[in-house]
T-cell receptor, first 111, second 115 residues
Framework: QKEVEQNSGPLSVPEGAIASLNCTYSDRGSQSFFWYRQYSGKSPELIMSIYSNGDKEDGRFTAQLNKASQYVSLLIRDSQPSDSATYLCAVNRHSNYQLIWGAGTKLIIKP | GAGVSQSPRYKVAKRGQDVALRCDPISGHVSLFWYQQALGQGPEFLTYFQNEAQLDKSGLPSDRFFAERPEGSVSTLKIQRTQQEDSAVYLC?????????????FGSGTQLSVL
């Protein structure tokens, strides 16, 4: 079992709809959770970070964390074609600077 | 500088050649990370520097891989006697302090192809 698991996709969502991306992790000691977006051939860029249970909203993006279920998700409202990318989930172990990454979910927003 | 700079952007090496990949982090950033990203996978941790000190090299795949940051700014990742399995994108990232909840700034990466 991988430490951080994501569905590889592709996940196809119509423009204007809500895209829902999911990630599970195995280490219960994990403290910090991140969603990075990576366009093809480009480097990852941080979209959202979340550290405590519940929801965190930033514009069209909402990150949700459930530590009991070891689950973190990213919702993208009013999806735009420019949101088409691979979304990487990354997790910090307790008191550790190392990020453990999922393999990413490819998201396609259809106009 | 304005962002993390990596060079070269692309590198083609014959199997057995040595290569050196350069990373110039954001000025003032204490922490520097090297990651390896295979096609269709997430980045895999290679090594971590805090200033000039290499605090963790546990992710380096073999003793053919060597990294340094002698003056606490520019870093070089060297791969000796390259093998086909070394083909990947090598990403450098920096952060201001390296705290676990801190944003990482990534360079554009070096795509290494070993023939």
């Amino acid at each position: 079992q991988k430490e951080v698991e994501q569905n590889s996709g592709p996940l196809s969502v119509p423009e204007g709809a809500i895209a829902s991306l999911n990630c599970t992790y195995s280490d219960r000691g994990s403290q910090s959770f991140f969603w990075y977006r990576q366009y093809s051939g480009k480097s990852p860029e941080l979209i959202m970070s979340i550290y405590s249970n519940g929801d965190k909203e930033d514009g069209r993006f909402t990150a949700q964390l459930n530590k009991a279920s070891q689950y973190v998700s990213l919702l993208i409202r009013d999806s735009q074609p420019s949101d088409s990318a691979t979304y990487l989930c990354a997790v910090n172990r307790h008191s550790n600077y190392q990020l453990i990454w999922g393999a990413g979910t490819k998201l396609i927003i259809k106009p | 500088g304005a962002g993390v700079s990596q060079s070269p952007r692309y590198k083609v090496a014959k199997r057995g050649q040595d290569v050196a990949l350069r990373c110039d982090p954001i000025s003032g950033h204490v922490s520097l990370f090297w990651y390896q990203q295979a096609l269709g996978q997430g980045p895999e941790f290679l090594t971590y520097f805090q200033n000039e000190a290499q605090l963790d090299k546990s992710g380096l795949p073999s003793d053919r891989f060597f990294a340094e940051r002698p003056e606490g700014s520019v870093s070089t990742l060297k791969i000796q006697r390259t093998q086909q399995e070394d083909s990947a994108v090598y990403l450098c990232a920096s952060s201001f302090t390296g705290a676990t909840n801190e944003k990482l700034f990534f360079g554009s990466g070096t795509q290494l192809s070993v023939l």
